[in-house]
């Protein structure tokens, strides 16, 4: 310091002293905020049990943790500081169970409900407030799975929230943390709350009776919603199709209106048995010449049974907050004629990777996430359309290319039928 000193006023020994204190600082802040990026919190994340560990292990174990499966959830809920109370009295939900087209409809649901965010009027401005959306699982980040008004979390304010709540789990004295999808669907809810969020549309994991997104108290649910039902996840939810029903439906809620697409005579028979038990009005809708006539912003032809659903969701979501102009009462047969802020909502609406099309140079890709039999025979039949019409032009593709891509599925079974319609007119490998 003497060293330092002997250079006189001129040299503001101070101001240097200042300014090696702010590097310091810089540095520090710099490795602190290098620990709790996004790219950390991603990090952290995958040391989770993941979706897949747990359900291979509760499908070869045995053991029925089902029993447990929603007391643990709630459990970690209040040591984080969330009892169910928080719920009803800070959010409405939107709750979509389902085999096929859950993302879908989540996706449909929101994007209606943007359309009367941003054209309510003075007199109702702010009622549907902040609208989130919890779907999975992802296509390309994680920050997907978590949207606000129709915008994927920021890397910054994932992390942020994803943060908050791991330290809330290490201040709390948890013995294990939760598994992957049970972090997500917390931090979901906390996200939701810390940023103000009114009314979030929540996507089921695996089942409904059991998952993790099924502890939303029934005050805070406006409408329930099951999609087309197929054999999936034997391992946890049965092999047969009312064992299937019978799981989806244990997101109904007694009192809360509840809305599915026409499912098998089997799967309709359980879900109505179900419907009773839990005292809730199950409706079932179908495509109207509204929807059908609509161009919809997601490809294939199935998605028109997806919006009827969805619609009849966001309807019924809009009349129990009070929001009645320009909405029609949800029902099978209410939605022949839809209002403007509907039609714009489907018709606006995206969601990566179901039946979309990519354009690359002189490469055109077909790209769909279908994982089940009957998604994949619904893909091919999208698919071939699209071959016909391009096959008719004047310079069709010279080559077609069915790209496949699966982990622990029944290859044969899931593929081989389903995509016999989409023959390539020269194929090739």
């Known amino acids: 310091m003497a060293a330092f000193l002997r250079k006189g006023p001129a040299s503001r020994p101070w101001a240097s002293l200042h300014s090696a204190t702010r590097c310091s600082s810089l540095i520090f802040s710099r490795a602190i905020s290098k620990e709790r990026s996004f790219e950390k919190a991603v990090?952290?994340?995958?040391?989770?049990?993941?979706?897949?560990?747990?359900?291979?292990?509760?499908?070869?174990?045995?053991?029925?943790?089902?029993?447990?499966?929603?007391?643990?959830?709630?459990?970690l809920l209040r040591k984080v500081g969330y009892p169910p109370e928080d719920f009803t009295d800070r959010l409405n939900f939107i709750h979509v169970a389902g085999t096929k087209g859950k993302g879908s409809v989540c996706a449909m649901v929101e994007s209606i409900l943007l359309q009367y965010k941003g054209s309510t009027g003075e007199s109702q401005k702010g009622t549907l407030g902040k609208i989130g959306l919890y779907t999975s699982p992802h296509l390309t980040t994680v920050r997907e799975?978590?949207?606000?008004?129709?915008?994927?979390?920021?890397?910054?304010?994932?992390?942020?929230?994803?943060?908050?709540?791991?330290?809330r789990f290490s201040n709390a004295d948890c013995e294990t943390r939760p598994s992957?999808?049970?972090?997500?669907?917390?931090?979901a809810l906390h996200t939701f709350i810390q940023e103000g969020v009114e009314t979030a549309i929540i996507e089921c994991g695996i089942g409904g009776e059991y998952d993790s997104t099924n502890i939303l108290p029934q005050g805070s649910v406006t409408a329930t919603g099951i999609t087309s039902l197929g054999i999936d996840h034997v391992g946890m939810l049965g092999e047969t199709i009312e064992e299937i029903a019978w799981h989806k439906a244990g997101i109904m809620k007694g009192g809360v209106p509840a809305f599915t697409v026409k499912q098998s005579p089997d799967a309709q028979g359980v879900l109505e048995k179900r419907a009773s038990e839990k005292g809730a009005d199950l409706a079932v809708v179908e495509p109207s010449s509204a929807t059908e006539e609509l161009k919809l912003g997601l490809g294939g032809e199935f998605q028109n049974e997806n919006a009827a659903l969805a619609t009849s969701l966001?309807?019924?979501?809009?009349?129990?907050?009070?929001?009645?102009?320009?909405?029609?009462?949800?029902?099978?047969?209410?939605?022949?004629?839809?209002?403007?802020?509907?039609?714009?909502?489907?018709?606006?609406?995206?969601?990566?990777?179901?039946?979309?099309?990519?354009k690359d140079g002189n490469l055109t890709w077909y790209l769909d996430g279908a994982?089940?039999?009957?998604?994949?025979?619904a893909a091919a039949t999208w698919f071939h359309g699209h071959l016909v019409q391009a096959q008719a032009e004047p310079n069709p593709p010279s080559a077609t290319m069915l790209i496949f891509n699966q982990e622990d599925r029944d290859v044969?079974?899931?593929?081989?039928k389903p995509g016999a319609r989409a023959q390539a007119r020269a194929p090739a490998t």
């Open 145 to 167: 799975r978590i949207r606000i008004d129709g915008i994927t979390l920021s890397k910054r304010i994932f992390a942020r929230h994803f943060f908050s709540l791991w330290d």
């Open 314 to 358: 966001a309807a019924c979501h809009l009349r129990r907050l009070g929001i009645c102009r320009d909405v029609p009462e949800p029902g099978p047969t209410a939605l022949d004629t839809l209002p403007g802020n509907f039609v714009a909502g489907l018709q606006t609406v995206e969601w990566p990777g179901r039946c979309q099309i990519l």
């Open 43 to 75: 990090e952290l994340l995958e040391t989770l049990q993941s979706n897949k560990q747990v359900v291979k292990t509760l499908s070869t174990s045995g053991q029925d943790a089902n029993a447990v499966a929603i007391p643990e959830m709630l459990g």
């Open 180 to 187: 992957y999808f049970r972090y997500l669907t917390i931090m």
């Open 371 to 377: 994982h089940t039999s009957d998604s994949i025979r």
């Open 412 to 416: 044969e079974r899931a593929i081989c």
